[in-house]
């Protein structure tokens, strides 16, 4: 495995340096100037494995530490909200891509590639469009065409530029969703409910119009190896086996990996789901991890256990490994840079302690062990 996966990054080096014009198709070596060699970018780059964040529009340029962050430790960003449908039409037809272009020439600014996040969602739609559903004055043909332009239209200001688009997120049924469909899509998702099943092939075939090197991603959480009877892994193993099999233009999975150590963590079980949605010619990608524990406070995020703490760097590190074992693991993302600047305190009242930095931007032992888990997976055989 090893040995196969620097023939294969060497292979890779040789090819884009002097074959392959296009950084947009594959993670390319990580020949940005100022990325220090022990870098998580570099390290990933070296096994041919993006390093992610998730990048909060409001800091990046802004907050100079933040920033400088994001440019050296990471070799692929994603838009914590800026490319959310909310964010980019506000107003009916009146497009906003301020915020997201930024980001976007950042990226190309270093050397970084870019996961485009979300065309097909349930939450962050503008209210324009919630409210026009709610009154009935949207009608259905109306909502179907307003997506598929909403689609079209993002897929397309963005084209060439995107790596990985999370083209649908999220419309799957958990254990506690009462109204699963019998494949195990979600039948209160907003778009479920309102357009039927066919609209996730639906957005995958728009996406692929409007850009059709972009690789097209189905995102979600706990389908890997998280949930205790693993039925939602089964749910949309199957569904996107199925697409596949009808010939939708659907590229990967992403696991988003948003882990709480008081629920345990099935490592094992993680890297074979991961490895199943890759054997049915996937790629996979880890797209959101963080892992969160009970604190403190939401100011200091101190966890308030010691095995807790332990827990939190090992769940981390593990989810990496296992992305690292699955050949087509192409990247893994962290769900932004530092605890100060983080979803979980917000959403899980009393956790915390969820990223790689610490409230200061101190690294924390997360980092520490996703730093070593690299240099092991980059490291020459012994003998
Ligand atoms: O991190 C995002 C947070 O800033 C937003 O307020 C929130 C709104 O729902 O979305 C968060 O990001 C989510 C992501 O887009 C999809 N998967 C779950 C993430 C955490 O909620």
């Avoid at 340096?17 to 296009?22: D, G």
């Avoid at 891509?97 to 349930?122: E, I, K, N, P, Y």
């Avoid at 059709?212 to 569904?239: E, M």
């Amino acid at each position: 495995m090893k040995l196969r996966r620097q023939l294969a990054a060497a292979a890779a080096t040789a090819a884009v340096l002097m074959l392959v014009p296009s950084a947009v198709a594959t993670a390319s070596p990580d020949k940005h100037p100022k990325v220090p060699a022990d870098s998580l970018r570099a390290l990933g780059a070296q096994q041919k494995l993006g390093i992610g964040t998730a990048v909060d529009d409001a800091r990046l340029g802004s907050d100079r530490a933040y920033t400088d962050l994001v440019a050296n430790q990471f070799s692929v960003v994603t838009a914590e909200n800026a490319m959310k449908w909310e964010s980019v039409e506000p107003a009916r037809g009146s497009y906003d891509w301020a915020a997201a272009d930024r980001l976007v020439s950042f990226a190309g600014q270093h050397g970084q590639q870019v996961r485009g996040h979300t065309l097909l969602w349930h939450n962050q739609l503008p209210s324009w469009l919630t409210t026009g559903v709610d009154d009935g004055t949207v009608t259905k043909g109306q909502l179907r065409e307003i997506l598929r332009k909403h689609v079209t239209d993002e897929v397309t200001h963005f084209r060439g530029r995107i790596w990985q688009w999370d083209v649908a997120n999220e419309v799957f049924a958990n254990s506690w969703d009462p109204n699963p469909l019998p494949d195990g899509l979600n039948g209160d998702d907003f778009w479920i409910r309102n357009l039927g099943e066919g609209v996730v092939a639906d957005v995958f075939r728009w996406a692929h119009q409007a850009d059709p090197k972009a690789l097209l991603f189905y995102n979600d959480y706990n389908i890997s190896g998280q949930d205790g009877t693993n039925a939602k892994f089964r749910a949309v193993h199957d569904f996107v086996a199925k697409l596949r099999a009808q010939g939708v233009p659907i590229d990967g999975v992403g696991e988003q990996g948003h882990l709480d150590t008081q629920y345990g963590f099935d490592a094992q079980r993680f890297q074979a789901d991961l490895q199943s949605y890759g054997d049915l010619g996937l790629k996979v990608a880890v797209t959101e991890a963080d892992v969160r524990t009970f604190v403190n406070n939401s100011t200091e995020q101190v966890p308030t256990s010691q095995p807790a703490a332990f827990a939190q760097p090992f769940e981390f590190s593990e989810m990496l490994k296992g992305c690292q074992l699955v050949d087509q693991c192409i990247s893994f993302t962290a769900w932004g840079v530092y605890d100060g600047d983080s979803w979980i305190p917000g959403t899980f009242a009393g956790t915390g302690y969820g990223l790689l930095y610490d409230v200061d931007k101190a690294p924390k032992p997360a980092y520490y062990a996703l730093q070593q888990d690299l240099r092991l997976g980059a490291r020459p055989q012994k003998h």
